[in-house]
């Protein structure tokens, strides 16, 4: 939701991280699982400002995240999963974001539009 009540998308990830952890101290056999990424950056950014997205994810031991045919510039931080981004062309850009633990792997493309 899209006003100043309700959480965005970085609010919903910590209450999301914060609910994930303490569960994880009551359900201990229930955390070793393989990363499902959930959700990545916005599907339009304006062409020259910066984009900092989260990659929204379940699954324990926390992943590393690398991306795939990014964008020049597209960087991802390999264990917070924040990607940054500043386009500087008008277009479409299609990429993949991976995670991997020791669980397994999940690979997800997303495509951005650059306004």
Do not use: R
């Amino acid at each position: 939701m899209s006003d100043n009540l309700h959480p965005n998308n970085a609010g919903f990830q910590k209450m999301a991280a914060t609910w994930y952890a303490s569960i994880g101290e009551v359900l201990p056999a229930c955390l070793p699982t393989t990363p499902l990424i959930l959700a990545g950056p916005p599907k339009s950014v304006a062409k020259g400002k910066l984009m900092k997205a989260a990659v929204n994810y379940v699954g324990f031991p926390e992943p590393a995240f690398t991306l795939q045919n990014a964008p020049a510039g597209m960087v991802i931080g390999a264990e917070s999963g924040l990607i940054t981004w500043t386009p500087g062309t008008l277009g479409s850009y299609t990429f993949n974001v991976k995670a991997v633990n020791s669980e397994g792997s999940d690979t997800v493309s997303f495509t951005v539009k650059v306004q």
